[in-house]
T-cell receptor
């Protein structure tokens, strides 16, 4: 069965500091991986996705993620965090095409000014 | 990306009544739609998958008679919470996928049952 683990429930960083959110997955086939961001009471916004090719993918809002098959990881990074990045971040894995998704439990990001 | 619209964004209903939530794909034909439920401060849990013109496939533990899903057209799926109770209060999110199979999410519906 597929699963996604986000080990960090909460993370607090200072504005301007770098950020890395961890995501580990378990999937029986080629994984299609996603990172979504959710602001309070809102739906999901897709930050980036990985299907194949270059293992370092660029997303919106300055985010990037690196797929490491050997570690079953897809960590999200941002060089310099902005206060507006405070939100909940979800990693997800799905089948080819990426529609029926399994989500991690999320990481709540707090940004200190 | 494609646009998926959910309506209403929030709803309050009395215990025992039914509530219908709509999920529309505005600029593409959604052959498959998914309904998720999110409890406060928790992740999204898939409730069911619906294909246009077919009966929905429910995940284990989801009551199909409680959560009625209809996907009668390629642009509309509805989730009806029947005889709602306070424990049904949650955030419900739909996603839709078409030819590319990539899923696009609606903005969610906050249901509060009082």
């Amino acid at each position: 069965a597929q699963s996604v683990t986000q080990p960090d429930i909460h993370i607090t960083v200072s504005e301007g500091a770098s950020l890395e959110l961890r995501c580990n997955y378990s999937y029986g086939a080629t994984p299609y991986l996603f990172w979504y961001v959710q602001s309070p009471g809102q739906g999901l916004q897709l930050l980036l996705k990985y299907f194949s090719g270059d293992t370092l993918v660029q997303g919106i809002k300055g985010f990037e993620a690196e797929f490491k098959r050997s570690q079953s990881s897809f960590n999200l990074r941002k060089p310099s965090v902005h206060w507006s990045d405070a939100a909940e971040y979800f990693c997800a894995v799905g089948p080819e095409g990426g529609n029926k998704l399994t989500f991690g439990t999320g990481t709540q990001l707090k940004v200190e000014l | 990306g494609a646009v998926v619209s959910q309506h209403p964004s929030w709803v309050i209903c009395k215990s025992g009544t039914s509530v219908k939530i709509e999920c529309r794909s505005l600029d593409f034909q959604a052959t498959t739609m998914f309904w998720y439920r999110q409890f406060p401060k928790q992740s999204l849990m898939l409730m069911a998958t619906s294909n246009e013109g077919s009966k929905a496939t429910y995940e284990q533990g989801v009551e199909k008679d409680k959560f009625l899903i209809n996907h009668a057209s390629l642009t509309l799926s509805t989730l009806t919470v029947t005889s709602a109770h306070p424990e049904d209060s949650s955030f419900y999110i739909c996603s839709a996928s078409g030819l590319t199979a990539e899923a696009f999410f609606g903005q969610g519906t906050r249901l509060t049952v009082v």
